[in-house]
């Protein structure tokens, strides 16, 4: 999708669903090392990160929509954080290696990057990764297939992180049926 379809989406309200961080962040934040930034990968409206700058931790979420960037920066203003929205592309992670306490990616999917996710991450540093699995398609809208999991896909790319906490299945999100993958990881 272009970037114009995006701002159009942020604009016309698609994307006005809850601000309270999902239920992966809100389970395992407590895990992020102090000290390290959080780098939030299509962070959209910046909800997560909100959760992170409460506690003092340095927040930086990238987006491709200058809309979304503008959403997550008036959001943050009117809460008084501060976070780093970044416009830019995940398929050009601005991210030195070893620079991130946290990673956080939520429901966007470049295969891609996935090696360079892992090598943003300081030692302790925690991954946490939710995306939709192709048998979204079975009960949504039709989904570019190119952007949802095969089944055991997502844990396939991070096995060299200490396993923390993986889930595949269909759940009730938001109020919306979701078929999902959901990771948490450390590396070493």
């Not at 809309?67 to 592309?89: C, H, K, N, Q, S």
């Not at 809208?141 to 396939?156: G, H």
């Amino acid at each position: 999708m272009e970037t114009a379809d995006w701002d159009k989406r942020y604009r016309d309200g698609f994307y006005s669903g809850p601000l309270t961080p999902h239920e992966l962040v809100r389970r395992f934040s407590s895990l992020a090392p102090s000290g390290h930034p959080v780098v939030d990968i299509a962070m959209g409206t910046g909800r997560d990160l909100f959760l992170f700058a409460e506690k003092g931790l340095f927040c930086c979420g990238l987006e491709r929509s200058r809309e979304a960037v503008m959403t997550a920066r008036r959001g943050a203003t009117e809460r008084g954080l501060d976070i780093a929205p970044v416009f830019g592309d995940a398929y050009h992670l601005p991210f030195k290696k070893g620079s991130a306490g946290c990673i956080l990616v939520f429901y966007f999917l470049v295969r891609e990057i996935m090696a360079e996710l892992v090598s943003m991450l300081r030692p302790g540093g925690i991954l946490m990764y939710e995306t939709h699995l192709k048998a979204q398609n079975l009960f949504d809208r039709p989904r570019n297939p190119d952007f949802l999991l095969d089944d055991a896909e997502l844990i396939s790319y991070f096995t060299g992180l200490d396993l923390l906490f993986y889930e595949e299945g269909t759940f009730l999100s938001e109020g919306k049926k979701r078929a999902v993958a959901r990771y948490v990881g450390r590396k070493r």
